[in-house]
């Protein structure tokens, strides 16, 4: 079975574009969730989805966004780049929605923001 | 809200030799416990996870953790750890209520390191 496939691997953008990354999770798995991995601040929760609805939200500005598609597919977007948002951005898949799962994730997106 | 605190944000060990990577967590409700690892250019991988029943809890690889709730603590052991276990290590904790559904509060890592 593949794994969780996060597409591109790496991005290079300049301050005030957009981008939008792409997670494909493991075929069956109808949870996907985002984070955000930087020095600075570690791993942090951007939002997770299940059957196209999101579940839950964390602490990050209205300028990231993400959806989920009927076939689990998620992408999340940022919107007016600035540079603090260079990160790898990780996805993560799980069977269930719910508290205990186990989360599968990609290996990430490296955004550079220059 | 939680927070995990991962006490060292660097342990050098030689190989063969026993490792702790030290956890504490906060919450005001109760939480799950879970261990991640990150090999380099790679995304996170589960070691283990405490949900109930034995305190102690054994994962993939010879790592094992045990749950202490008087001191709120999840440390992660291995009794002789390999070249290979060089990686990242992440502690962290979800709320078993509900509405948290896979919302995963992180510890900023331990970097572990295996000298031969």
């Known amino acids: 079975k593949a794994g969780v496939t996060q597409t591109p691997r790496y991005l290079i953008k300049t301050r005030g574009q957009q981008v939008t990354l792409s997670c494909s999770p493991i075929s069956g798995h109808r949870s996907v969730s985002w984070y955000q991995q930087t020095p600075g601040q570690g791993l942090q929760f951007l939002f997770e989805y299940f059957s196209e609805t999101q579940r839950n939200k964390g602490n990050f500005p209205g300028r990231f966004s993400g959806r989920q598609f009927s076939n689990s597919r998620s992408e999340m977007n940022v919107s007016t780049l600035e540079l603090g948002d260079s990160a790898l951005y990780l996805c993560?898949?799980?069977?269930?929605?719910?508290?205990?799962?186990?989360?599968?994730f990609g290996s990430g997106t490296q955004l550079s923001v220059l | 809200a939680q927070s995990v605190t991962q006490l060292d944000s660097q342990v050098p060990v030689f190989e063969e030799a026993p490792v702790e990577l030290r956890c504490n967590y906060s919450s005001s409700v109760s939480v799950y416990l879970f261990w991640y690892v990150q090999y380099p250019n790679q995304g996170l991988q589960l070691l283990l996870k405490y949900l109930s029943g034995s305190t102690l809890v054994k994962g993939i690889n010879g790592f094992e953790a045990e749950f202490n709730k008087s001191q709120t603590s999840f440390h992660l052991r291995k009794p002789s750890v390999h070249i290979s276990d060089t990686a990242e290590y992440f502690c962290a904790v979800s709320e078993r209520r509900g509405t948290s559904y896979g919302k995963l509060t992180f510890g900023q890592g331990t970097i572990l390191t295996v000298h031969p």
């Open positions: 993560a898949s799980s069977l269930e929605q719910g508290a205990g799962e186990k989360l599968f």
